[in-house]
């Protein structure tokens, strides 16, 4: 392979350590980079990625306070703000599996681990850098959601750079997906599959069972995909949808507790085991998962007050069964605490939140404490604060403190 010209790249380094910093930067100084842009946090990060374009992101995976690697990560991925033409490099002192799973979910281009030679360093960037250059055309087209574009661009990238084949084949297949071509997506994963064993390849063949609404052939392919690569995580995830669609939520829930167990930093994942949970009335596993979610969305672009108010839920239909354990009062005062903090500004949310306050006052047989809750409500009620309780509310309210709700 030719010497890479990274003169004309730019570049964004990410790294809250002083010391790694001037390291790497120096590094890539040598390699020939002459556009560096420095951020220490993830949030300057995508102010920087917001205003500029850039041919390389080296990140740390830990960032001190704030957003961590993986989360600067999912965000940028989820609203799109670095092109497919950009090639990203994830750096970490960790080993962990489940920093490398929760990594690896959201796709970097690679990552790297500390420490590492200079020389290490620059083999990996001529590699992926100029695999990105070949892949040029493509990505544009992608960029642009162009997929017949991206398709053709692809063949002729597979005649110039034969080593580039399954690249190419991937994004072909995902591109026919994308088109809803189904039928196309399909032969091709299978074609694939017949020369080479790949697991993006086996997945697509299960995706594609899957939007053909074939899901006794999807989830057949989803389990063999398990089977082979059990850290292909996201195949849990599928395998749970058609569980669900089948009827079998218990089944559906087995599936993410599995999948959790191997990437427990999926916030969307914490949000699906929740909600099947819920389905089930299993509030103890609904809780545990909301819980991890609340936690999780400190930093995650998925922040939403529904992940909080469905954990108050949770705790407040445990003690439908009695007086909560001090652990989960703890737990309800934490995120009652967060959710004030963050989305105090919706009637709707307002009421929720009083309704579960009164739920965990009247388990504890504090009837006193429920009674002035409910009076704080209505006087928010009469200011347009807070959504007044339903019909049924009002029942057990009315029950409960020998008096009507008005």
């Given at each position: 392979m030719a010497k890479q010209d990274f003169s004309k790249k730019k570049a964004l380094l990410i790294e809250d350590m002083a010391e790694a910093?001037?390291?790497?930067?120096?590094?890539?100084?040598?390699f020939g980079f002459e556009s560096i842009h420095i951020a220490m946090k993830a949030e300057s990060a995508i102010e920087l990625m917001k205003s500029h374009s850039f041919d390389l992101i080296l990140s740390d995976y830990n960032l001190g306070?704030?957003?961590?690697?993986?989360?600067?990560?999912?965000?940028?991925?989820?609203?799109?703000?670095?092109?497919?033409?950009?090639?990203y490099l994830m750096v970490?002192?960790?080993?962990?599996?489940?920093?490398?799973?929760?990594?690896?979910e959201y796709q970097p281009d690679g990552y790297i681990t500390k420490p590492?030679?200079?020389?290490?360093?620059?083999?990996?960037?001529?590699?992926l850098l100029d695999t990105k250059e070949r892949l040029y055309d493509v990505n544009i087209a992608l960029d642009k959601m162009d997929y017949e574009g991206a398709i053709s661009a692809a063949k002729l990238v597979i005649e110039k750079y034969p080593s580039l084949i399954g690249r190419c084949e991937r994004i072909i297949g995902e591109s026919f997906l994308e088109m809803e071509a189904y039928?196309?997506?399909?032969?091709?994963?299978?074609?694939?599959?017949?020369?080479?064993k790949m697991p993006w390849a086996l997945f697509g063949k299960a995706k594609s069972y899957f939007l053909m609404d074939q899901l006794d052939k999807a989830e057949q392919c989803f389990r063999q995909l398990m089977f082979d690569n059990r850290f292909f995580v996201s195949a849990y995830d599928w395998l749970a949808k058609i569980q669900r669609l089948q009827g079998n939520a218990t089944e559906a829930q087995a599936t993410l507790l599995e999948a959790i167990g191997r990437s427990p930093k999926n916030i969307l994942r914490q949000v699906e085991l929740g909600n099947v949970s819920f389905s089930l009335h299993d509030f103890i596993t609904a809780e545990m998962a909301f819980r991890r979610a609340v936690f999780l969305a400190k930093?995650?672009?998925?922040?939403?007050?529904?992940?909080?108010?469905?954990?108050?839920?949770s705790l407040a239909r445990i003690s439908d069964s009695g007086p909560l354990l001090s652990r989960y009062k703890d737990n309800f005062r934490s995120t009652l605490k967060k959710i004030h903090a963050l989305f105090s500004d919706n009637p709707s949310n307002t009421g929720k939140i009083f309704s579960y306050e009164i739920d965990l006052y009247?388990?504890?047989?504090?009837?006193?404490?429920?009674?002035?809750?409910?009076?704080?409500?209505?006087?928010q009620v009469?200011?347009?604060?807070?959504?007044?309780?339903?019909?049924?509310?009002?029942?057990i309210y009315a029950k409960a403190f020998g008096e009507s709700v008005e």
């Open positions: 910093r001037i390291m790497q930067k120096k590094m890539l100084s040598d306070n704030g957003k961590d690697g993986q989360q600067l990560l999912e965000e940028v991925r989820h609203t799109k703000l670095i092109p497919h033409t950009a090639t970490t002192a960790e080993t962990s599996i489940e920093m490398v799973m929760g990594a690896i590492f030679s200079q020389a290490l360093l620059q083999r990996r960037l001529s590699k039928d196309k997506a399909l032969l091709l994963f299978n074609n694939t599959l017949k020369n080479r930093h995650s672009c998925y922040n939403t007050p529904e992940i909080y108010l469905k954990h108050l839920e009247l388990a504890d047989q504090d009837t006193a404490s429920a009674h002035k809750t409910l009076e704080i409500w209505l006087n009469d200011t347009g604060n807070a959504f007044p309780p339903t019909e049924q509310q009002s029942v």
